[in-house]
């Protein structure tokens, strides 16, 4: 995101110029599409007419317009190019718990919001992803998603009470994703 960009509303592939929809009710839809049970020629069909509308590509096209999109309008900071270190090398990647998720954690996404003063059913249709994302991701420390987030990576520290202990591993249980596994934090 660039503050000295327009906000993205059409975009150019194979010197065509394509009218998109980038709101971010839109783009959820779009993730709903992905992680149905659907065949992958009908997801990308379907994730491609709820971007553009009607469009008139084979196939093929269709699939690099779609990868074309994830990479450069949805997959926003998700760079798939390692970090390098001040020689060049690839540094060592490390991999982190899931500590959001975006479909099981709508509710308190959305409370998080109203407690900033934005509606996001009022915003449908208006706030693009990109306008989202930023704002999802500088939700203020006292938002219920960012607490919700900051139980899920808890871990135990030498200090903590056993009963305060206790109450954080009930509400990580609580606030667990589905499929999460359970650890000592």
């Known amino acids: 995101m660039r503050?000295?960009?327009?906000?993205?509303?059409?975009?150019?592939?194979?010197?065509?110029?394509?009218?998109?929809?980038?709101?971010?009710?839109?783009?959820?839809?779009?993730?709903?599409?992905l992680a149905s049970e659907m065949l992958l020629g009908d997801k990308i069909d379907t994730v491609i007419a709820l971007l553009f509308g009607e469009v008139s590509?084979?196939?093929?096209l269709k699939a690099d317009l779609w990868l074309f999109v994830?990479?450069?309008h949805i997959l926003l900071g998700n760079s798939n190019e390692p970090e390098l270190d001040e020689l060049g090398n690839p540094m060592p990647v490390v991999q982190g718990r899931q500590s959001l998720d975006i479909q099981q954690d709508a509710k308190y996404i959305y409370a998080?919001?109203?407690?900033?003063?934005?509606?996001?059913?009022?915003?449908?249709?208006?706030?693009?992803?990109?306008?989202?994302q930023a704002l999802l991701e500088s939700l203020?420390?006292?938002?219920?998603?960012?607490r919700i987030i900051q139980i899920r990576n808890w871990t135990p520290q030498?200090?903590?009470?056993?009963?305060?202990?206790?109450?954080?591993r009930d509400l990580k249980r609580k606030f667990a994703l589905d499929g999460e596994e359970e650890t000592d934090g």
Do not use: C
């Open 3 to 33: 503050l000295n960009d327009p906000l993205v509303t059409s975009i150019f592939f194979h010197d065509q110029e394509y009218s998109i929809d980038l709101s971010f009710d839109n783009v959820l839809d779009v993730f709903d599409v």
């Open 57 to 60: 590509l084979e196939a093929p």
């Open 70 to 72: 994830r990479d450069n």
């Open 112 to 132: 998080s919001f109203r407690q900033i003063g934005i509606n996001l059913f009022e915003e449908q249709g208006k706030l693009t992803w990109a306008e989202f």
């Open 140 to 146: 203020p420390e006292d938002t219920i998603i960012q």
């Open 158 to 168: 030498k200090g903590d009470s056993a009963e305060y202990r206790k109450k954080m």
